[in-house]
């Protein structure tokens, strides 16, 4: 799991763009699958992404496939989520995580958060 650091949130209008960042510590970071979970209010935390640690495979929740894109940086320990036409329903608190990333799903073993990054889509 590791320690993980979510930044880049903030304030956006309908249909703006916004990229989150996730510094990793703690961990072989290029020998870890890494991906994204976000919790709206009043709802249950929910994965919405993830890339794999030895063939880039990617998962996107079906709310976001097309919209957001996840991308690795292993020499820097980050991970990027660039999303795209936010809508309001993506206002929600984003946490990174560790975990196993597969075509269709990203599940976490250890339920363990950090700070996670706020982001707010809203006219």
């Known amino acids: 799991q590791g320690q993980f650091v979510e930044s880049g949130g903030g304030l956006v209008h309908p249909g703006g763009s916004l990229r989150l960042s996730c510094a990793a510590s703690?961990?072989?970071?290029?020998?870890?699958?890494v991906g994204w979970f976000r919790q709206a209010p009043a709802k249950e935390r929910e994965p919405i992404s993830c890339i794999n640690w030895s063939d880039n495979t990617t998962y996107y929740s079906g709310s976001v496939k097309d919209r957001f894109t996840v991308s690795r940086d292993n020499a820097k320990n980050t991970m990027s989520l660039v999303m795209n036409m936010l809508k309001p329903e993506d206002t929600a608190v984003y946490y990174c995580?560790?975990?196993?990333?597969?075509?269709?799903?990203?599940?976490?073993?250890?339920?363990?958060w950090g700070q996670g990054t706020q982001v707010t889509v809203s006219s």
């Open positions: 703690g961990i072989a970071f290029e020998y870890y699958a």
């Open positions: 995580a560790t975990g196993v990333c597969r075509i269709d799903s990203f599940l976490i073993a250890r339920d363990s």
